[in-house]
């Protein structure tokens, strides 16, 4: 097994991974992004879709009872 | 009695509430290995003696890259149950993967330019492997469009089933472009059979992620595909049921 040590000094030298950082915090920055959108567009597309479902199920039942009094 | 798994699989009602309860943990187990992948691999392991920090982009590139490629076959393989059983869940699950797996190839190519450029000093180069990569991205856009392209959903799925069957001769020559052209792109780090030519302090962070990048494409498939049958079965009782019955829409 190897031994873990943190391979930075500071969060300064972590930041810029001697002069790298651009590149890999880029990657980062970009695959977080595209993998947080993959999970939250599917997660609101279902809730908007019940919400839209249960709307309708309101609108049908407030149709019924106003033809049932007028 | 042998077929009965292969209906109920077939059932989007059945998939529905299965993966439901599956959800919860194959979240928090992507979650937690992403995690612990990602810390490991940027601040723990050692930096490459020749490329320096740099080479950090490979926990994201290896993982990205592999996923956008078994996405393919799942895929294609989705595509074929659907042609041959009529199996809407098949196409569900096959049209989901082409989002995944075209956002998973964008990944691979933007990680694999940003580190390009100051390993080879430069963020694009038409060499066999990127090339190669760059059709698996457009054949995954393919099956996207073709799907979308008829008015009957019948027809757009065995027409985006059919490109993503051809395209599979695709995958191999991208496995294989480093050996047979061996250009910019270094060979295979990472390998099946043999020795892997990384470190070990370099190797375990790697497949943490790769682990990690497997489970959260499950989730992301699910997620996804969960939202279709919604969309796809609306008008069925079960459905209606479930958004009459669920408030705050957050359970099964």
Redesign the interface.
């Known amino acids: ?2 031994d ?5 000094e500071s969060w300064q030298a ?1 930041w810029q ?5 651009p ?2 915090w ?3 920055a ?2 977080a992004l ?2 947080a ?3 939250l ?3 609101r ?3 908007q ?3 839209e ?2 709307k309708e ?1 309101l609108r049908a039942r407030r149709r019924s009872q106003a033809g049932y009094s007028g | 009695m042998a077929w009965q798994w292969f209906h109920r699989w077939g059932s989007p009602r059945w998939f529905y509430q299965r993966s439901g309860a599956w959800l919860p943990w194959l979240s928090l187990s992507a979650a937690l290995l992403l995690l612990v992948g990602t810390v490991w691999g940027l601040a723990l392991a050692p930096a490459d003696f020749k490329q320096g920090n740099s080479y950090r982009i490979i926990y994201l590139h290896v993982p990205a890259s592999f996923l956008a490629l078994a996405g393919y076959y799942l895929m294609a393989i989705a595509g074929a149950v659907g042609l041959i059983w009529k199996m809407k869940l098949a196409y569900i699950a096959m049209r989901c993967a082409a989002t995944i797996g075209a956002a998973l190839t964008f990944v691979a190519l933007f990680t694999g330019a940003v580190w390009g450029k100051p390993t080879w000093g430069t963020y694009w180069v038409w060499d066999a492997r990127i090339t190669s990569m760059l059709v698996l991205l457009f054949l995954y856009l393919g099956v996207i469009a073709l799907y979308q392209a008829f008015d009957r959903q019948e027809v757009g799925s065995k027409a985006a089933a059919l490109l993503g069957l051809v395209g599979t001769v695709n995958v191999p020559i991208i496995y294989k472009s480093v050996d047979w052209w061996y250009t910019l792109h270094q060979p295979a780090s990472l390998k099946l059979t043999g020795e892997s030519t990384l470190h070990s302090s370099m190797l375990y962070p790697l497949l943490v992620m790769v682990v990690g990048f497997y489970l959260f494409y499950a989730v992301a498939l699910l997620l996804s595909m969960r939202a279709e049958v919604i969309a796809r079965e609306s008008s069925s009782g079960w459905v209606k049921a479930l958004a009459a019955a669920d408030d705050d829409t957050e359970r099964n």
């Open positions: 097994m190897t873990l040590n943190w391979q930075f972590f991974m001697a002069g790298h950082g590149y890999v880029a990657a980062v970009i695959t595209v993998m959108v993959l999970v567009v599917p997660l597309r279902r809730k879709l019940l919400n479902i249960r199920q």
